[in-house]
């Protein structure tokens, strides 16, 4: 006897939900590589974390998103979210545009 599957009513029809869409292939999901590879898991940032990492307030991360020209960040749920690569690249970016001269 096969075991029961969870079924999922999706508009006017069910689907049986067996968790992996090939069971057979051997690849590791986004999300068991996010659990069990330590860097990837450390690369979501909040703004509280960017603006500790930029020493600047969160006021002005808030201001610069409102402008479009802080780093690039987005929304999971209601909270706002950042990739430490993408913080890291838009510092870069400013750090080559004002030159190599002192401020």
Do not use: K
């Amino acid at each position: 006897m096969e075991p029961r599957r969870p079924v999922v009513a999706t508009r006017g029809c069910s689907v049986a939900f067996r968790g992996r869409t090939n069971p057979d292939r051997q690849e590791v999901t986004m999300t068991e590589a996010l659990h069990t590879d330590r860097p990837l898991r450390d690369q979501l940032m909040t703004i509280e974390e960017v603006a500790e990492l930029l020493r600047m307030p969160v006021a002005t991360l808030r201001y610069w998103r409102v402008l479009d020209s802080g780093p690039r960040g987005f929304i999971i749920g209601r909270r706002l979210r950042y990739w430490r690569d993408d913080v890291m690249t838009w510092l870069n970016a400013q750090r080559e545009s004002t030159g190599s001269g002192a401020a």
